[in-house]
């Protein structure tokens, strides 16, 4: 809960369109390509981090934000209208609280568009050229991830990353 609530703050300061419009010239982006996207990748949040295993597409996660330590486990899903979810069970000191979040997915000319459902903006995920302050950026590979005390990897680690992912 808190570190998806940190994702959204970091989010909304990447480039961002304006109201609820969606991004012109792109297209939902297929079941594969957001797979693909997301599968064994470790998502680095300000607070935690995010996993999403391939294999049973299991969903874990920790985060130590400012409304303390929390721990999830769960499943991440993809529709067919472009959207990618984390539905999982959030335990904290005061108990197990389930949570259902998603993110639409656009591309066009090579940029990757994301929106946080239901009431996020449209903000480029990952530019065309791969830019260091891409939020895709902060996918890691779980086999480099594990590799590192903790999961996190330096800057210079995670820029080494394709921008393509």
Request: charged share 25%; aromatic share 10%.
């Amino acid at each position: 809960m808190a570190g998806l609530t940190g994702l959204a703050a970091g989010a909304a300061e990447a480039a961002t369109m304006p109201g609820d419009n969606i991004p012109a010239g792109t297209r939902v982006m297929t079941p594969f390509e957001i797979y693909v996207l997301y599968r064994d990748k470790n998502w680095q949040w300000a607070d935690g981090s995010g996993q999403m295993v391939s294999a049973d597409r299991r969903f874990t996660a920790r985060v130590d934000g400012e409304k303390g330590k929390a721990w999830a486990e769960g499943r991440w899903m993809i529709t067919k209208t472009g959207r990618m979810c984390f539905k999982a069970d959030w335990h904290t000191e005061k108990g197990k609280f389930p949570a259902k979040t998603c993110f639409s997915h656009r591309i066009g000319d090579g940029a990757v568009y994301q929106k946080r459902e239901p009431n996020g903006v449209w903000y480029v995920f990952r530019h065309a050229d791969g830019r260091v302050e891409d939020e895709a950026r902060k996918l890691i590979s779980i086999s480099l991830a594990s590799e590192k005390k903790n999961g996190e990897l330096t800057a210079a680690e995670a820029a080494q990353q394709s921008p393509k992912q």
